[in-house]
C-alpha cells in the first residue's frame, strides 16, 4: 500500500494534526487574555488607579503633597498617575499659585518661593530643566545622596558640558547642597505623618478623584489650622510677621 495509508502513518499524521489544533487554540486564549488585559478597570471606583507601593499594590490615588520651610501644607492634589515623574510641574505651579494668593491676602512681599526639593521620584531632565523655582531633584535615595557628598564633595560650578543632571548631581555634592536636601525629609515625612495618622487619612472613603481631592484637601486644612492653633499663631501675626 502506499506509505501514506500505512496504519503507523495515519496515526502519527492524527496526532500531527491534534497537537496544531491545541496549539492555535492556546494562541487563541492567550491572545483574548491579552487583549482582556489591556481594559482592566475597577469597577468599585473606575477613576481609580493601580498603584505599586512599598507594602505591595494597591487600589488608589497617587497624592502629591508640598510643604513650606515651618511645614505648613501648601499643596495637596489628589492624581492618577502611577507615579510621580508628571507631578513635579503642575505641583510647583500650585505651590506659586498658593504663595502669589498667600501674598496678596497677607499684604507681604517676603512669601515667595526658594528652592523647591523633591526625591528621585521627580528625577527626570524635563523636570530639571523647565522653567519655574530654583530646585533639587536627586536621582537616588538619600543616604546615597549623604554617601557622594561625603566621599567626593563638590566646590565651584559645575563643567561647562555637563548635563543637567551632572550640573544637579555636582551640587548635590556641595556643602550647600547636601545640607538644604537633607531637610527634605524632616519637612515632608511629618506633616504626610499628620495626614495618615492624626487625620486617619489612609485609606479614602468615598470614590472618584473629585471625591479623594475633597477628602485630602479638608484633611490638609484641619492638619494647617491645628498646626496654627498649637503655635499660638492670631491673624494679626500672620499679616505682620
Request: hydrophobic share 35%; net charge positive; proline share 4%.
Amino acid at each position: 500500500m502506499p506509505p501514506e495509508d500505512h496504519s503507523r502513518v495515519r496515526r502519527a499524521r492524527a496526532a500531527y494534526e491534534a497537537a496544531l489544533s491545541r496549539a492555535e487554540q492556546a494562541a487563541a486564549t492567550a491572545k483574548s487574555q491579552t487583549q482582556t488585559d489591556k481594559f482592566v478597570a475597577n469597577t468599585t471606583d473606575p477613576q481609580s488607579r493601580l498603584l505599586k507601593t512599598r507594602n505591595g499594590w494597591v487600589q488608589g490615588y497617587n497624592c502629591q503633597t508640598a510643604v513650606s520651610d515651618d511645614e505648613f501644607l501648601v499643596s495637596a492634589r489628589a492624581t492618577q498617575d502611577t507615579n510621580d515623574l508628571d507631578q513635579f510641574v503642575p505641583t510647583a505651579d500650585d505651590v506659586l499659585a498658593t504663595a502669589g494668593k498667600l501674598a496678596r491676602r497677607t499684604g507681604r512681599g517676603d512669601l515667595t518661593v526658594g528652592v523647591m526639593i523633591g526625591d528621585a521620584g521627580y528625577d527626570s531632565t524635563a523636570n530639571l530643566e523647565t522653567a519655574g523655582p530654583d530646585r533639587l531633584i536627586a536621582d537616588a535615595k538619600g543616604r546615597t545622596v549623604n554617601t557622594r557628598a561625603a566621599t567626593d564633595p563638590a566646590t565651584g560650578d559645575p563643567p561647562k558640558n555637563a548635563t543637567a543632571r551632572e550640573k544637579m548631581n555636582h551640587r548635590l555634592r556641595t556643602a550647600e547642597g547636601v545640607t538644604l536636601y537633607r531637610r527634605r525629609g524632616a519637612m515632608i515625612e511629618a506633616p504626610n505623618a499628620w495626614l495618615k495618622d492624626r487625620r486617619g487619612l489612609t485609606r479614602f472613603a468615598r470614590r472618584g478623584l473629585t471625591a479623594a481631592q475633597a477628602e485630602l484637601s479638608l484633611a490638609a486644612a484641619v492638619t494647617n489650622l491645628l498646626k496654627l492653633w498649637t503655635k499660638g499663631i492670631t491673624t494679626a501675626q500672620i499679616r505682620t510677621t
